[in-house]
């Protein structure tokens, strides 16, 4: 199985804050990842998928990078609705897997 | 608009067999897409289950594919879950999603809203 790492696993951030969330693959997934957005209660949001493009109605603050085993979702200024937890996956093999999270929280 | 919703057992017990169904409207199944179940433990991440193509062709988890069936019913466009042999660690609240692509590409989305399955006596 691929292992998907989330770095780091909690952030605090204010409002206005450019923040960055690394995964890495434990082997190379080519630009075979997405992002999800998860708030309480809630099902997973598809954010990013393919590394880079943004899916429909996903304002333009969030941005996904990387290929091959080193990614990172950006958020260039963080709004009051965008604290959640984000979750990377990988869909280059099966089992697909996810990354364990990355908890962010207001400042 | 696509849309899904799991139904189902809230409450089952150890050893028996969890079985969850998943509605999907504003889609025909038949149309194409495969179709997933991904479940999440309570305050734990997400782990994928399985995925079904409507032809009925699936794969799935292989730590799960001992006690995992996922079937698919087109006349009534829904797609099942039935995990075998159930404990305590299968508590979780099980996602169904449909899995877009772009090939060679494929992701979850969208989402059903979960439902919570707890296995207790």
């Known amino acids: 199985d691929i292992q998907m790492t989330q770095s780091p696993s909690s952030l605090s951030a204010s409002v206005g804050d450019r923040v960055t969330i690394t995964c890495r693959a434990s082997?190379?997934?080519?630009?075979?990842l997405n992002w999800y957005q998860q708030k309480p209660g809630k099902a997973p949001k598809l954010l990013i998928y393919?590394?880079?493009s943004l899916q429909s109605g996903v304002p333009s603050r969030f941005s996904g990078s990387g290929s091959g085993t080193d990614f990172t979702l950006t958020i260039s200024s963080l709004q009051p609705e965008d604290f959640a937890t984000y979750y990377c996956?990988?869909?280059?093999?099966?089992?697909?897997?996810f990354g364990q999270g990355t908890r962010l929280e207001i400042k | 608009q696509v849309q899904l919703q799991e139904s189902g057992p809230g409450l089952v017990k150890p050893s028996e067999t969890l079985s969850l169904t998943c509605a999907v409207s504003?889609?025909?199944?038949?149309?194409?897409?495969?179709w997933g179940w991904i479940r999440q433990p309570p305050g734990k991440g997400l782990e994928w289950i399985g995925s079904?193509?409507?032809?009925?062709?699936?794969y799935y988890n292989p730590s799960l594919k001992s006690r995992v069936t996922i079937s698919v019913d087109t006349s009534k466009n829904q797609f099942s879950l039935k995990l075998s042999s159930v404990t305590a660690a299968d508590t979780a609240v099980y996602y169904c999603?449909?899995?877009?692509?772009?090939?060679?590409?494929?992701?979850?989305?969208?989402w059903g809203q979960g439902t919570l399955v707890t296995v207790s006596s």
């Open positions: 999603a449909r899995r877009d692509y772009v090939s060679p590409g494929h992701w979850f989305d969208p």
């Open positions: 504003g889609y025909s199944i038949s149309s194409g897409y495969y």
């Open positions: 079904i193509y409507h032809s009925g062709s699936t």
């Open positions: 996956q990988q869909s280059y093999s099966t089992p697909h897997t």
């Open positions: 082997q190379s997934i080519s630009s075979y």
């Open positions: 393919a590394a880079s």
